[in-house]
């Protein structure tokens, strides 16, 4: 057999149990040289990002001091046996650093623990900090704890995280070997933080509001439904945050905002998860177009907060951030695209046979709607305000004086994805409650609003304050600041099917 033929018995691969069982063995050994394998307090850390920006000096065995004394925590993703000496690549949410482990700086105790260290194990290191020969950022350690063991095998570069599923049912590995994730991830926290900052600069009050419901209210969606024992009472997790912020309202705060997760029992996609995160908020003597003004600040301000630029890639394409955004009436894009009059129902029906769109038994603003949907929604590059909705589809929203047919509201749209949706809220009691009682017509019990809630209608007959509402879907917006294509890339765990 020439020496290029393969070996025709090759040795199978171990697998992961057979892994697993190598890892616990190393364990009971660590044991064994009297070292606690879980770790305890590592005091005095520096994040590795830090201890990179250090001047870094190649090692010189003749000048012992004149490299920096530093003092690394971090996992193994990386690790290379050269006889006497181990080359480990340790890692934190700052960075990656290599460490040097040699028999005579770390001691007899520190290398036999050395020699059973794994892919995934979590350590600390005491050392210098330089760099070598080959000008690679370096500890040089003299001292090795152990803070945790990893007993199941980590995935390779040539294993794991390229399986998309695989990635998503183990998001903590994904946070380890997938850069992308990390940043996501942080950039996620930044653009939250970033809303926070710039609605308590504009003196709103951040609130919460209570997840479960005993009536399901304030969007037109299908609720998760669960029993409370106590009081043996069905209840709603909530599809929307609007109706007991607007309560506030009443009570006198003027300006509220919530961050908040809202639950709707529908479909997956790459654009929906069943569970989100809205941030929804209400100003007491405002309106939509002064919540246009709201909305176009606050975005620029995360696009800032965030880095590179207020024109910023989606796909194959680009968004251009820059204020002002654009703003367009419905009506003129649905006569452009769907090229007819949305006042004139039978220009409507026409256009609607015309992209085989239903229309029996369905009001004139819901084909309009329709018609919006299919003809428009994609021809949308924005940032767009589009305004002045259909007053029928808007239970929520005050009539145009002078146009009871359209509704003071807006959607914003980036690229066809709708990302955000304010309203001049309704604030009439009487007006609110024969407009529920319309919508109600026709429902299943199992839809969102198939049940007044009287005490929103008895609260705003209280009086409630002319008011702007605006809601804004943080998962799309992290996913088009961050150029992330699916909603699951933008939620650290989004829902998926038992393994």
């Known amino acids: 057999m020439s020496a290029e033929s393969p070996n025709p018995n090759p040795a199978p691969e171990p697998t992961a149990s057979e892994h697993a069982a190598v890892r616990l063995e190393k364990l009971h050994k660590i044991e064994a040289l009297g070292i606690d394998p879980w770790g305890g307090r590592f005091d005095g850390h520096q994040p590795i990002g830090t201890i990179r920006e250090l001047e870094a000096l190649p090692f010189d065995d003749t000048k012992p001091d004149a490299n920096p004394k530093v003092i690394a925590a971090g996992r193994i993703v990386q690790r290379r046996d050269q006889g006497k000496l181990f080359f480990l690549d340790i890692w934190d949410h700052t960075g990656r650093v290599q460490v040097m482990l040699g028999q005579k700086q770390i001691g007899d105790l520190g290398w036999q623990l050395a020699n059973l260290l794994d892919l995934g194990d979590l350590i600390g290191v005491e050392g210098a900090f330089g760099k070598t020969r080959r000008g690679e950022l370096s500890i040089r350690a003299t001292k090795l704890t152990i803070l945790s063991k990893s007993l199941e095998p980590h995935p390779t570069v040539h294993f794991g995280m390229e399986d998309i599923e695989y990635r998503l049912r183990h998001r903590y590995l994904d946070l380890v070997h997938s850069p992308d994730t990390l940043t996501r991830a942080k950039q996620r926290v930044k653009i939250i933080r970033t809303m926070r900052n ?21 969007a037109a969606a299908r609720p998760f439904e669960t029993h409370h024992n106590a009081l043996d009472i069905p209840l709603f997790l909530r599809i929307a945050l609007e109706l007991h912020l607007k309560r506030l309202l009443v009570g006198g705060m003027e300006k509220v905002y919530e961050i908040g997760r809202v639950f709707r029992n529908e479909g997956i996609s790459h654009k929906h998860n069943p569970e989100f995160t809205m941030m929804e908020l209400y100003q007491a003597y405002g309106d939509y177009r002064s919540m246009m003004d709201l909305t176009e600040g606050l975005i620029v301000a995360c696009v800032d907060a ?28 649905v006569k452009e695209h769907a090229g007819c009059d949305m006042h004139d129902p039978a220009a409507v029906i026409e256009a609607a ?3 085989h769109l239903p229309t029996a038994g369905k009001e004139h603003d819901v084909i309009v709607n329709s018609l919006f949907e299919h003809c428009v929604e994609d021809k949308l590059v924005g940032p767009v305000f589009v305004h ?15 146009d009871a047919r359209m509704a003071e509201r807006f959607e914003l749209y980036v690229h ?36 007044m ?36 890339d933008v939620i650290l765990f989004p829902l998926l099917r038992p393994e």
Not at 306 to 333: E, H, M, N
Not at 388 to 402: F, N, S, V
Not at 462 to 488: C, E, F, K
């Open 453 to 488: 809630d009287h005490d929103f209608i008895r609260a705003q007959r209280h009086g409630m304050p002319p008011a702007g509402g605006l809601g804004i879907g943080i998962d799309r917006l992290v996913m088009l600041l961050t150029n992330t294509q699916t909603i699951r």
């Open 416 to 451: 066809g994805m709708e990302l955000a949706n304010a309203y001049t809220e309704l604030n009439d009691p009487l007006t609110q409650e024969e407009t529920f009682k319309r919508q109600l017509v026709g429902m299943k019990d199992e839809d969102s609003m198939a049940k």
């Open 306 to 333: 965030i880095g590179g630029g207020r024109v910023r890639p989606w796909a194959d394409k680009t968004v251009d951030y820059s204020p002002p955004f654009q703003r367009a009436r419905y009506a003129d894009l």
């Open 388 to 402: 002045d909705y259909p007053a029928a589809i808007c239970p929520l929203t005050k009539r145009q004086r002078g």
């Open 198 to 218: 710039y609605l308590d600069g504009l003196d709103f009050m951040e609130v919460e509001t209570p997840t479960l419901h005993a009536i399901a209210g304030g």
């Open 353 to 355: 046979k015309k992209f």
